[in-house]
């Protein structure tokens, strides 16, 4: 009887423990699943609507239609997104990418705001060493030509000893404004500096 009892007993032990455990696992996967599901925006961000308030920050293709007679814009090749990372952190964007048959048209601009200027700052400076989305392509930066907001960098962007585009990025508080035109007429340095400043000026009191 007594080694029935301590069976019986080592029986219920051992069965406690297992609910326990299956109990435990259930806690951390839970867990887990929340944490996840909490930290997704914050890592990858949430889609959110493009309002036309967001349009008028960009820097769009068609802006240099007035300097490209021939340029010919196609709707499927743009694209115009709005993510939220958080509650503090959002990005508009414009993309357009188009591989005609000598030629490459790119124009890509974004507006990024953070949580305070610490993190812009850390933005800004991954932007002045970032990959440019073109073979043998250099910056040549003009800074002479043009400054903006806390922290700038202007300048061209070269290909075989020739001018093929412009590039800006700069920094306003605790947002970040990149642009990089490829492809298009940016010869006319004065408009295009025109054109640059009346969207960082709408960037500058720009609200998501």
Known sequence: MTSNSASTSQQEHGSLWRVLAVALSATLVGS????????????????????????????MTGDFERWSPSLIIRNDKEQITKTRYGEHEVVVAYRYDELLDERRIYVQSELRLFPDSQAAAADFREQSSATLPFDRVTRQPKNDQFTWGDQSEFGELHQDGEMRGRYFHGRLRNRVYTVVIYGVNTEFSSEFAELLTQALDRAAVYQP
């Open 32 to 59: 887990a699943v929340l944490a996840g599901f909490l930290l997704y925006p914050q890592l990858f961000g949430k889609p959110a609507a493009v309002t036309e308030r967001d349009r008028r920050v960009l820097i």
